[in-house]
């Protein structure tokens, strides 16, 4: 006869008798219960370097400007100039990926990544308007401050309510998961170009592993591209958010839903890490102004 044949559904008693005899079913809940107390309790993992070379000196300062990237490949320690961790099957991805056959290539990678970055011109005018108000009010404008500067400006706001949507849509999902004391509630995005200079840093690194340059010319190159680039942002926390709205937008072509960010803004977690000083984090440590 089956078990629940015996239980009596109006007897209190009865039903919590049944409920106990059910050895299965609490030993599940108990495994599930000590799983998600042992994660909760486990601490973060640390961000581990290379040892070979240096976390604190200006080399290091400038090469973690692509520690989103280089993490998000993964091609090794974020403070290695060599990518040592890209074995021969990662090394063949890479170079039918960039189309990096040849030291040219390389090379045209690095200007493409540092000089048209992925821009979109009408993307990049639809914040370059907000960057105006921004400094007029003092503050981020709200949405409908933001579009109806864009269409004093001559723009469509229908065709840019997807657009701003999108961007507030990545600041709020980056702000909660990584953490309002790092991505500050009064930060937003100015610029996608984080996403591509990130890509130029690791791209660099990663032509030393294909053997189209050495570690002093690598190191020549990221310390450009950050002369390049470090003016146009604020902090690390700045960058960050550029980086990983950039890399969501360009995936994503811009439709932006919950689903595009968990597959494309998944950076958020090295970008937490990154800033997490009890994590060895090095943008918690090095200095943005240099």
Do not use: C
Request: glycine share 8%; charged share 25%.
């Amino acid at each position: 006869m089956h078990s629940l044949a015996r239980v009596d559904f109006n007897d209190l008693g009865s039903i919590i008798g049944w409920l106990i005899e059910q050895w299965w079913f609490w030993a599940i809940i108990g495994v599930i219960v000590l799983f998600f107390v042992v994660v909760w309790l486990l601490p973060d993992a640390k961000v581990k370097p290379s040892e070979q070379f240096s976390t604190t000196d200006a080399e290091a300062n400038e090469i973690a400007l692509g520690f989103l990237q280089i993490t998000n490949l993964p091609s090794g320690p974020w403070n290695d100039p060599t990518a040592s961790g890209l074995g021969a099957r990662e090394k063949s991805v890479l170079v039918d990926q960039w189309g990096v056959h040849s030291r040219q290539d390389w090379l045209d990678n690095i200007e493409r990544l540092t000089t048209d970055r992925r821009r979109r011109q009408m993307w990049t005018l639809y914040l370059a308007v907000r960057t105006g108000v921004a400094e007029r009010l003092g503050r981020a404008p709200k949405a409908k401050e933001w579009l109806a500067a864009i269409a004093e400006e001559g723009g469509d706001k229908r065709d840019a309510r997807t657009f701003v949507t999108a961007i507030e849509y990545i600041e709020s999902e980056v702000r909660k998961r990584v953490g309002k004391d790092i991505v500050a509630p009064g930060l937003f995005v100015r610029t996608l170009d984080g996403y591509a200079i990130g890509q130029a840093v690791a791209m660099t690194t990663w032509g030393v592993a294909l053997g189209h340059a050495d570690v002093a010319e690598a190191r020549t190159i990221i310390h450009q591209i950050n002369v390049d680039a470090r003016p146009h942002f604020a902090s690390w926390a700045d960058f960050g958010l550029s980086y990983i709205a950039g890399r969501v937008m360009h995936w994503s072509d811009g439709s932006v839903d919950e689903k595009s960010f968990e597959k494309f803004g998944d950076g958020w977690s090295d970008f937490k890490a990154a800033a997490t000083e009890k994590r060895n984090g090095p943008w918690a440590t090095l200095s943005w102004s240099r």
